[in-house]
């Protein structure tokens, strides 16, 4: 299964979320974790059925509370870091 992608940041999106696939199925792997801004990486990922259980994190409680519907993919709100 390919997703087709026009915008040149979704082909590397699409890229890394192949290799984490991948990675995910070769590796014994138990779990994923995604930092995400926009929840289109978490999405992409449940997409193609993981082996393993995705915790997304984001600092939008919103998107952390929607992405808790996509399947296999438990979100996590976490508060934005300032740089000190």
């Known amino acids: 299964m390919y997703i087709v992608a026009k ?3 979704h082909k590397i999106l699409n890229t890394i979320v ?9 590796l014994p792997a138990s779990l994923i974790f995604c930092f ?3 929840g289109s990486a978490a999405l992409k990922i449940s997409k193609l059925r993981p082996p ?5 994190i984001t600092s939008n409680i919103k998107l952390a ?3 808790n519907f996509l399947r296999g993919v438990k979100g996590y709100h976490v508060a934005a870091m300032a740089d000190k």
């Not at 192949?18 to 070769?26: G, L, W």
């Not at 393993?52 to 997304?56: K, L």
């Open 7 to 9: 915008n040149p940041h």
């Open 18 to 26: 192949y290799a984490v696939i991948e990675a995910a199925y070769k």
């Open 36 to 38: 995400t801004t926009s």
């Open 52 to 56: 393993c259980s995705v915790i997304a």
């Open 65 to 67: 509370r929607v992405i």
